[in-house]
């Protein structure tokens, strides 16, 4: 698996999943900045840097945005619905993708969940889009980090969620309860279905609480990475509020 970008080969630096590094002619004589910074971690971490022509970067990188930096990293390591849950750092807050396609939407919903500081990723083995470079790219390196769990069947994994004591909150946009009303403050997981389509029939019937995010402009929903943002900061906000009370 490679990662490209100066954040995600930082991000890989920094999580001990680099096990190597290429950059572009020219790229080791950049002062100061994030170069620098690339380098010296590398050096660091004893992780080899070779320079190469940036035509190569751009075949690896599938002509994506690499800032003249490449790296091989190590597999993500395996998780379970039972790891993120016996492994959160306080009230289990998760989130659940339900053919999410779009690496960079993926990317985008990877960076939030790691921001606000969720206990992990369920999503789907299959007809989602791939943990690879763009993704990671999109995530700003926060696929480093967080924990993610690849299932066959996402029903089935909100049925373990159930059983392990978490509550599941699927967002669609026709559902009468606004998502601020929703109690964040309990074990969450939070469900988001695919671009255009929404969550899948079975998913959503498998939902505790399904809830929306009110439009007050023209448009009838908000892009899935940034409904996502919104609902996983207004759990944040609860949170917060609850443990100052």
């Known amino acids: 698996m490679i990662v490209y970008g100066i954040n995600p080969v930082l991000e890989a630096l920094r999580a001990g999943r680099a096990k190597s590094v290429r950059v572009a002619s020219g790229f080791s004589r950049k002062k100061g900045g994030q170069s620098t910074e690339v380098l010296a971690l590398a050096r660091e971490r004893g992780v080899r840097v070779r320079e190469v022509p940036s035509d190569v970067l751009d075949r690896e990188s599938r002509h994506g945005v690499h800032q003249g930096v490449v790296a091989d990293v190590e597999e993500l390591k395996d998780y379970n619905v039972e790891d993120l849950v016996r492994g959160a750092r306080a009230v289990p807050l998760i989130v659940v ?21 969720a206990d992990g990723v369920i999503m789907q083995t299959r007809r989602s889009a791939a943990l690879g470079g763009a993704a990671a790219k999109a995530s700003a390196g926060a696929v480093a980090h967080i924990r993610i769990a690849e299932v066959v069947n996402i029903a089935r994994a909100l049925e373990e969620l159930k059983e392990a004591g978490v509550w599941t909150i699927g967002l669609v946009g026709e559902a009468m309860t606004p998502y601020d009303s929703i109690d964040f403050t309990a074990p969450s997981a939070l469900v988001l279905g695919a671009e255009g389509a929404g969550l899948r029939r079975l998913v959503r019937e498998r939902c505790d609480f399904l809830a ?12 899935v990475s940034v409904a996502a943002g919104v609902t996983l900061f207004e759990a944040v906000r609860q949170r917060r509020r609850a443990e100052l009370a």
């Open 97 to 117: 993708l339900d053919g999410i396609e779009d690496p960079h939407n993926l990317g985008a919903i990877l960076r939030t969940a790691d921001a606000a500081g």
């Open 212 to 223: 929306s995010i009110p439009m007050a402009g023209h448009v009838g929903s908000l892009n």
